[in-house]
C-alpha cells in the first residue's frame, strides 16, 4: 500500500462536505464569497490589533484583550475554513476538474508569492527594529506590538490566501436543480 494513496472512505466525506447542495446554494453568489472574504480580513486584523494593543496596555484590561484575541482568532478559523469549502480549497479533495486545478494551481502560486512578500517585510522590520533597538532607544513593548501581529497576519495569509482569490474571483455558480438530474 501507497503512503499516498487516496483513501475512498476519506474522497466520500470530502465530497459529502464540499458538495453538499444545501452548502453549494449558500456558497453559490460571488457576492457572498466576496462579503466572507471581507470579513475575514477584518476579524484577522481585530485579531492582530487586539493582541498589539494587550502588549501595551496596563495588566487589568490585559486578559479582556486576550479574549477578543481568541475569539476573533476563532473566528478567523471558521470563516477560513467555510471560504475553503466555498472555493474548494479543500486538502486532499479531487472531485474538480481540470480548469479547476488550474485555478487552484494560479492560486497557490499567488498565495506563495503574497506570503513571500509579507516574510520579506518582516524581515525588514525585524531588521529595521534590531537596528534601532540598538542604540537603546526602542522599548521592546513597540516591537512586539509590531511584529507579533505582522507573523499572525503573515500566517493567515499564506494558510487562506488562495481560497479567498479563488472566492473572489471565480463567477456565480449554476446550480443543477433536483428536477432536472431525474
Known sequence: MFVNAPDTRKQERLRALVEDPRRRRFWAARSR???????????????????????GVEPPYTPLLMGVFVVFL???????????????????????DEFQRSE?????????????????????????????????????????????????????????FPACYLAWTRPDEILQEEDEKE
Open 33 to 55: 464569497r466576496r462579503q466572507a472574504v471581507v470579513a475575514l480580513a477584518l476579524v484577522t486584523i481585530v485579531a492582530s490589533a487586539a493582541f498589539a494593543v494587550s502588549i
Open 74 to 96: 476563532l473566528g478567523t478559523m471558521v470563516l477560513g475554513t467555510q471560504l475553503n469549502v466555498a472555493a474548494r480549497w479543500v486538502v486532499g479533495y479531487e472531485g474538480v
Open 104 to 160: 487552484m494551481d494560479r492560486a497557490t502560486l499567488l498565495g506563495h508569492h503574497v506570503t513571500a512578500a509579507l516574510l520579506a517585510l518582516l524581515v525588514a522590520v525585524t531588521c529595521g527594529f534590531g537596528g534601532w533597538s540598538v542604540g537603546g532607544g526602542l522599548p521592546t513593548d513597540v516591537a512586539f506590538m509590531v511584529l507579533v501581529p505582522l507573523v499572525l497576519v503573515t500566517a493567515m495569509c499564506h494558510a487562506v
